[in-house]
Antibody, heavy 116, light 108 residues
Framework: QVQLVESGGGLVKPGGSLRLSCAASGFTFSDYYMSWIRQAPGKGLEWLSYISSSTVYTNYADSVKGRFTISRDNAKNSVYLQINSLRAEDTAVYYC?????????WGQGTLVTVSS | EIVLTQSPGTLSLSPGERATLSCRASQSVSSSYLAWYQQKPGQPPRLLIYGASSRATGIPDRFSGSGSGTDFTLIISRLEPEDFAVYYCQQYGSSPYTFGQGTKLEIK
């Protein structure tokens, strides 16, 4: 079955950086666009970014453009999100998802907390 | 950016009743590129509907989606106890992709 497992979250100070990872299994990873979405505590969903199956195309929400970078390694069945210059408002659960438009399946998420 | 407004914010119904959830877009959603998700506490969202009206794999037929342009609807024909959750719509016809703020479906 499809599995997506995020890791790399944690407590980070404002201005810091993190690299989130998402390990995929149960499907042909290299066939699919992959996306990242976040959800602040008690709030709704915010789409962040997608990357095409071959890494040629990426797209970002304006709120994270220039600070976040999505990448993938098809040999490792993994997608990544590099997040820099973190702010308090970046505190959220970060989900990776299969798909680049509608999101077919989601991981359980990894919590990023930005606080001094 | 397309803003999606969901209504009502909270819907209180009983099992067996019919639920009607609305998602209205600030601009036309191209090609009906609209999806619906269900999220239960402590869980990630689950895709229910894509393309405004196509059910995702494994989704019961009591869930149906309709609409085009700026007005979309999710209907749950007969509520089961496991259907009480938060529902989000998402448009993917125009970047940046956006979600509605959610409708909480609670047991009356």
């Amino acid at each position: 079955q499809v599995q997506l497992v995020e890791s790399g979250g944690g407590l980070v100070k404002p201005g810091g950086s993190l690299r989130l990872s998402c390990a995929a299994s149960g499907f042909t990873f290299s066939d699919y666009y992959m996306s990242w979405i976040r959800q602040a505590p008690g709030k709704g969903l915010e789409w962040l970014s997608y990357i095409s199956s071959s890494t040629v195309y990426t797209n970002y929400a304006d709120s994270v453009k220039g600070r976040f970078t999505i990448s993938r390694d098809n040999a490792k069945n993994s997608v990544y999100l590099q997040i820099n210059s973190l702010r308090a408002e970046d505190t959220a659960v970060y989900y990776c998802a299969r798909g680049g438009n509608y999101l077919l399946s989601w991981g359980q998420g990894t919590l990023v907390t930005v606080s001094s | 950016e397309i803003v999606l407004t969901q209504s009502p914010g909270t819907l209180s119904l009983s099992p067996g009743e019919r639920a009607t959830l609305s998602c209205r877009a600030s601009q036309s959603v191209s090609s009906s590129y609209l999806a619906w998700y269900q999220q239960k506490p402590g869980q990630p969202p689950r895709l229910l509907i894509y393309g405004a009206s196509s059910r995702a794999t494994g989704i019961p037929d009591r869930f149906s989606g309709s609409g085009s342009g700026t007005d979309f609807t999710l209907i749950i024909s007969r509520l089961e106890p496991e259907d009480f959750a938060v529902y989000y719509c998402q448009q993917y016809g125009s970047s940046p992709y956006t979600f509605g703020q959610g409708t909480k479906l609670e047991i009356k």
